[in-house]
């Protein structure tokens, strides 16, 4: 399919372009060349009329469903019909016991990060236009399944915590109605890094966290980042924030591999981020584990 | 048993807002919630947050634009508490670092929203609510407040007194998701119901699949009235095909509103000649739906909201969202073309009846955030007025749960603070199928926070058994009715016959929901089970609306009722409260409240 045609588009990117704008470029551009194909399917999948998916099944203690299965639904297709409407389709009307988070719909909440064809994605804000049938949607890799399309995201949320996620600064203002001073240059350097909506698709699709449990992978690093790149926390504070991302399970782990970046929903150049953290531990002269 | 002081339902903002107050007062306090803090759907919420920061702008304008756009049903000592309050809370939540937007000088931004005297809306991009929802959640795992999440709140544990202002709440059943544990919980100071609004009850929503109206159901069920429930807000401002919302942000920025024949319509129709696009949302709406009956629609459905004239780098810096919005859920580049819009349910203006400290008229039952009715929004919400609602009242709930003083509030609660009843014919059977077995058992019965708690579990224990082990329907098709009537029949127009359809059409569901069944045995993550407890809570809180609805005969704010076209202030200046009276509801009125520290005479209302 397309494989060559974007190989060809990486080289032609100008090489004055930072590694993080081109990487956006590279997946904008690959975006469009999905919406085309998108197109194309939807119009084909129109006269079809449905769509077939595959979805893993999986339940500790019902009979029948404790060995790991694929079950087959056929759904009518509509134009714009994502993967959630699709799965909500077949649990109402075909097993109301299929089993999946879901709440916004509007890839805010992060609920529904799943595995879809190969690759994570919210299921919300995932066209079936734009995928192959017979559409296949598992549970995020690399963690544990509780139930058919449902993953303990403890360990991720104890990673997220791990990283002190939260405002510090004593030192605040104390005129009446004052706030603290940000320039907007330092909201716009932190910005991408507070849209993270804790998915963790990131950290599902990280061959290091995939291998190392400990490892505090891209979505709490990011979450660093957006504190230690805050100028309203302060020199001190930054020192103290990189001193816990240097540790051994912290930034050098990461292999600059771009897996995360891949997949963010929200598009945050994560391994930009945590390359530049590993550039600020370095300055900060601290030393490596 | 699992024993705390202060338990919280709900973790979006108000539920947030209310367990770091409590916490700060010095409680043990827990929250328990059927999502993870982070997927709330406060997380939705784009606009801004309103408080009068400005030195040029006032708590009093604040609140005066608040209570015209209520269109006089606000509350005054519930409104200017929240005026006052509401500065201190977004400088709290600077402080907690929230990445506000900002000015060349560093200070947070204001911009101007719908029905503002004064630009006041504070913002962080388009994405407020996201931001909001992670500062605060942030401030909890830094308090290490513990929160019971993915655990489903079943029911209240509340006395059984007859009398409902002698009622205690001691706690409540909570199912956890997880596992299928049910459990008692108990609170020694209070249970404050913070669970969001009921959107699902409508089938065109801005509102997540969870904002079920759990909250709304569980107090009514208690026996706390619900107050003011036919006031829906419908945004003037959400995509067709999903009812994604586009926030009112862009208008707020310059967006423009055009008809099918390109017209400026707000202007060209005289639906608000000075405010435009920016008059208050009841407006706006029914200015867009009447443009679409009087043929002049995009497809007959819709029309457009353009802010192609803004330039790519103003909509790049405040309203990048919206693009991702836009493009994700209706394939519209915001930037090369206008985006079609409609009306949707989006909030409700109405909820469990408290006072100014979060308070309801049971003891120990407090609500706060959309859930709650303080009364602030009356008729109307503002835009950017629900982000400081929330952290006001939420914070004023967990602190006053947690013991802190608040001094007496104003407002009265419960029966007794009625001075009229209602003669109204509903023309169809409400309530519990089998009134007087519903609810709390007779009067008499042990009072005693373990015995309360014990006979509430057992209750639900045995609810479950039924759903789990019955032959039945699937609830989802019930669910499908409710919100398909009440969007045909309670929406933004609304006419007598319809609105009797509607209660018919409910009463029919409910009956349809005496055969529902749980398909899935499983103890594991069982939504089908959730939702089939949900659907009960959707029943009762549509049925609220539309009793509501028929009542009040008059035009005013958001509630359009055909051959009552003007508001009524002679007759209509008081609040709808429904009292669910052991399963055969009561409606009766109570008056506004137009005095504290400012007197508010009610005006016309125009824009």
């Known amino acids: 399919m397309s494989t060559q045609l974007e190989e060809q588009k990486e080289e032609a990117q100008p090489e004055t372009e930072s590694p993080q704008e081109r990487r956006l470029s590279e997946k904008e551009a690959r975006a469009e060349a999905k919406e085309r194909e998108r197109r194309a399917r939807e119009e084909i999948r129109e006269a079809d009329d449905s769509v077939t998916i595959k979805v893993f099944r999986y339940d500790p203690e019902v009979a029948g469903k404790e060995e790991p299965r694929f079950d087959d639904f056929q759904v009518p297709f509509f134009k714009g019909m994502t993967v959630l409407d699709a799965l909500i389709y077949a649990r109402d009307h075909y097993d109301s016991s299929l089993t999946f988070r879901h709440s916004c719909r509007q890839a805010v909440c992060g609920s529904d990060a799943l595995f879809v064809n190969g690759k994570q994605r919210l299921g919300c804000k995932t066209q079936m236009a734009e995928l192959d049938g017979p559409v296949r949607i598992e549970p995020l890799p690399h963690q544990d399944v509780v139930k058919d399309l449902v993953v303990d995201m403890e360990h991720f949320y104890e990673q997220m915590h791990a990283v002190e996620p939260y405002f510090q600064n004593e030192d605040l203002p104390e005129g009446e109605y004052e706030e603290q001073k940000q320039s907007p240059e330092n909201r716009e350097k932190i910005k991408m890094s507070t849209r993270c909506i804790w998915c963790g698709a990131c950290m599902s699709s990280c061959n290091i966290a995939a291998g190392d449990n400990e490892y505090l992978g891209p979505a709490a690093i990011n979450k660093a980042y957006r504190f230690a790149m805050d100028e309203r926390e302060g020199e001190v504070t930054k020192e103290d924030r990189l001193e816990i991302l240097e540790q051994e399970n912290g930034v050098w782990r990461c292999q600059t591999q771009f897996s995360c970046t891949e997949v963010c929903p929200k598009d945050i150049p994560l391994t930009e981020h945590i390359q530049e953290l590993k550039r600020e531990a370095v300055k900060s002269n601290l030393k490596f584990w | ?607």
Request: aromatic share 6%; glycine share 10%.
């Open chain 2, 1 to 607: 048993m699992h024993e705390h002081d202060v338990l919280v339902v709900g973790a979006g903002g108000a539920g947030l807002r209310a367990a770091i107050a409590a916490h700060e007062e010095g409680a043990d306090v827990a929250m328990v919630t059927k999502l993870h803090p982070v997927r709330s759907h406060t997380g939705a919420a784009e606009g801004g947050i309103n408080a009068a920061l400005h030195p040029e702008d006032s708590w009093e304008l604040h609140a005066y634009d608040t209570m015209k756009g209520s269109d006089y049903l606000g509350d005054a000592p519930a409104v200017e508490t929240f005026a006052q309050d509401a500065r201190d809370e977004v400088i709290q939540l600077e402080h907690w670092g929230m990445p506000f937007s900002r000015e060349e000088d560093g200070t947070v931004s204001q911009r101007p929203f719908g029905g503002l005297s004064h630009p006041r809306t504070t913002y962080a991009g388009a994405e407020t609510g996201h931001h909001l929802l992670h500062t605060m959640y942030e401030q909890v795992v830094k308090r290490g407040i513990e929160v019971y999440e993915e655990w489903h709140v079943m029911n209240l544990a509340v006395t059984d007194h007859d009398d409902v202002e002698d009622r205690e709440c001691h706690g409540l059943v909570a199912y956890d998701i997880a596992s299928g544990e049910i459990e008692g919980f108990r609170a020694s100071d209070g249970v404050i119901l913070a669970t969001g609004g009921p959107g699902q009850v409508f089938d065109h929503t801005t509102n997540a699949v969870a904002n079920t109206g759990d909250g709304y159901a569980m107090a009514y069920r208690a026996g706390v009235p619900l107050e003011d429930m036919e006031f829906v807000q419908f945004h003037p401002t959400t995509l067709p095909s999903t009812g994604v919302l586009i926030s009112e942000g862009v208008r707020g920025e310059g967006g423009i509103l055009y008809n099918d024949d390109e017209e400026r319509l707000m202007f060209e129709y005289g639906y608000a000649n000075n405010d435009g696009e920016l008059a208050s949302r009841d407006v706006v709406s029914r200015a867009e739906l009447t443009e679409v009956n009087e043929g002049r629609g995009i497809e007959d459905e819709y029309v457009h909201l353009d802010m192609r004239h803004l330039g790519e780098e103003r909509i790049l810096d405040r309203l990048e969202n919206i693009l991702h919005l836009a493009e994700d859920f209706e394939g519209v580049d915001g930037l090369e073309e206008p985006m079609p819009v409609k009306p949707g349910q989006h909030y409700q203006m109405g909820g469990v009846e408290t006072n100014e400290n979060g308070q309801t008229c049971i003891d120990g039952l407090y609500a706060a955030g959309e859930t709650a009715c303080v009364s602030l929004h009356g008729a109307n919400r503002l835009g950017g007025n629900a982000l400081p609602e929330l952290l006001v009242y939420g914070a004023r709930a967990g602190k006053h749960a947690a013991g802190g003083d608040l001094g007496e509030a104003e407002i009265p609660t419960g029966p007794s603070a009625q001075n009229e009843a209602s003669d109204m014919d509903a023309a169809a059977e409400i309530g519990a199928l089998d009134a007087g077995s519903a609810g709390v058992a007779a009067d008499g019965a042990a009072v005693d926070a373990q015995t309360v708690i014990e006979a509430a579990v057992q209750r639900e224990q045995e609810r479950v058994e039924r759903l789990l082990e019955a032959d039945g329907i699937n609830h989802a098709h019930v669910r499908d009715d409710v919100q398909e009537t009440m969007t045909e029949n309670v929406n933004v127009f609304r006419r007598e016959e319809n609105l009797k359809d509607a209660l018919a059409d409910l009463r029919e569901a409910r009956e349809r929901y005496q055969h529902v069944a749980v398909d899935d045995p499983s103890r594991t993550y069982n939504t089908d089970l959730i939702h089939t407890m949900e659907t009960r809570n959707i029943i009762d809180v549509a049925e609220s609306i539309a009793i509501g609805a028929l009542a009040r005969e008059e035009f005013r704010g958001a509630h359009w009722r055909e051959q009552h076209q003007e508001r009524k202030d002679d007759e209509w200046l008081k609040h709808t409260m429904l009292a669910w009276n052991d399963g055969a509801p009561q409606l009766y009125y109570k008056p506004v409240i137009l005095e504290a520290e400012k007197e508010y005479e009610p005006k016309e209302r125009s824009y």
